[in-house]
Nanobody
Framework: QVQLVESGGGLVQAGGSLKLSCAAS????????MGWFRQAPGKEREFVAA????????KYADSVNGRFTISRDNAKNTVYLQMNSLKPEDTALYYC???????????????WGQGTQVTVSS
């Protein structure tokens, strides 16, 4: 089992920045690829970014590429999502997830956190 706890969400104006963190506990963190997903009210959960176990492989959704950066610190069992140039359409509940492969497909992630809310005002 892997337990995931997200933090760092909040209210920010358009154009601002936030950095999300996801702390993992349980099984060996460095064994897992990590992903960030988000879900806005009335919409399906969507992929945001993912990173491989060593940090050498990353994927981004087109909508956030160039604005968001995923990173991880295996010594701290933590994955991060730096979000810059935020837009109102980035407003959502952001989840981190752990899985065995770097993928955009949510059902391939085995463990999920409870989410942290990000709200971007215009």
């Amino acid at each position: 089992q892997v337990q995931l706890v997200e933090s760092g969400g909040g209210l920010v104006q358009a154009g601002g920045s936030l950095k999300l963190s996801c702390a993992a506990s349980g099984r060996t963190f460095s064994d897992y690829a990590m992903g960030w997903f988000r879900q806005a009210p009335g919409k399906e959960r969507e992929f945001v970014a993912a990173i491989g176990w060593s940090g050498g492989s990353t994927k981004y959704a087109d909508s956030v590429n160039g604005r968001f950066t995923i990173s991880r610190d295996n010594a701290k069992n933590t994955v991060y999502l730096q979000m810059n140039s935020l837009k109102p359409e980035d407003t959502a509940l952001y989840y981190c997830a752990a899985g065995r492969v770097v993928t955009t497909i949510s059902r391939l992630y085995n463990y999920w956190g409870q989410g942290t809310q990000v709200t971007v005002s215009s």
